[in-house]
């Protein structure tokens, strides 16, 4: 994101593609289920330190990333996707995406720790 600052940065419009995917992935009080592209799901790899490490990085990294950002225009700055080379979507929704997406795997580690809570607790 490496542009100069926009007048317009602090306006941003949704297009109707984005606005649908961010839709898709938002977290609801009934999660639906959506299979994991094969090449997008580590299937059932065991949590290193390495991993958590590497998370713990990005996540720093997407909060520069979000920082800079506000300094460009969401509307007009376009980002490709990994479903298509040729579908483009608006940074704004990109973005929105992203922490929607986030939210969701959020959400569903609270309910599997939750989950393991109760069942301690039972047992």
Not at 80 to 86: D, E, G
Request: net charge positive; charged share 25%.
């Amino acid at each position: 994101l490496s542009a100069r600052p926009d007048e317009n940065a602090a306006t941003f419009k949704s297009g109707w593609l984005g606005n649908y995917f961010v839709q898709l992935i938002k977290p609801k009080e009934k999660l639906n289920k959506m299979k994991t592209p094969a090449e997008m799901n580590p299937g059932s790899t065991e949590l290193s330190r390495t991993s958590i490490d590497r998370f713990i990085k990005q996540q720093k990294r997407w909060l520069q990333l979000l920082e800079q950002a506000g300094k460009v225009n969401l509307t007009t700055v376009k980002t490709a996707i990994s479903l298509s080379k040729w579908i483009r979507l608006r940074l704004g929704d990109t973005l929105r995406f992203v922490i929607h997406h986030n939210d969701r795997h959020l959400v569903q580690a609270e309910k599997i720790w939750e989950a393991q809570r109760s069942l301690a607790m039972s047992a």
